[in-house]
């Protein structure tokens, strides 16, 4: 009997989560089925406003993070004491109500579940911030990185080995 794949936003992509302080994650959420598109200025100034929310709470390091039209990755360092999966809720719900706000709209914008990658020491942090400077391109929708409207990468991101 095959093993079938957890779907999205599936209880199992929590297995073996960890938070550890002061840690490097990559982050990835994608948007709701019946949800609007999410590259449009609204959404990614409500993201950012967000994401920077968070980071003056202490609960996270925002170094990078790219808004597709059907989902986000973000490379954040998790603050001291916080808990992943508590500020990733935060954060998507906290967004969504202000994604809704803002277009007047109800309902889910996020799947409910994200994926959460550890960045360990022997992993060089500046491959993933590459991997979010080159998803706007990889997918066509930017020539060059610069080009695409909602990405955003603080130049602290390019001091990291």
């Not at 009997?1 to 599936?10: A, R």
């Not at 609204?42 to 920077?52: G, S, T």
């Amino acid at each position: 009997m095959k093993n079938k794949l957890p779907e999205k936003g599936s209880q199992m992509l929590r297995k073996g989560r960890l938070s550890w302080s002061g840690c490097y994650y990559f982050l990835s959420s994608a948007k709701a089925n019946n949800a609007p598109a999410l590259d449009n200025p609204a959404c990614f100034e409500i993201i950012c406003r967000e994401a920077r929310l968070l980071e003056k709470e202490g609960l996270w390091e925002c170094l990078a993070l790219v808004l597709m039209p059907d989902h986000l990755h973000l490379l954040v360092r998790l603050g001291q004491g916080a808990d992943l999966s508590r500020v990733m809720n935060l954060f998507k719900g906290r967004s969504a109500f202000q994604i809704n706000r803002a277009g007047n709209t109800k309902g889910a914008v996020w799947f409910r579940g994200f994926h959460d990658h550890l960045i360990r020491p022997d992993q060089p942090i500046p491959n993933f911030r590459n991997y979010i400077l080159r998803n706007p391109t990889n997918a066509g929708l930017a020539k060059i990185p610069s080009d695409y409207p909602y990405l955003f990468v603080k130049e602290k991101a390019f001091d990291l080995l």
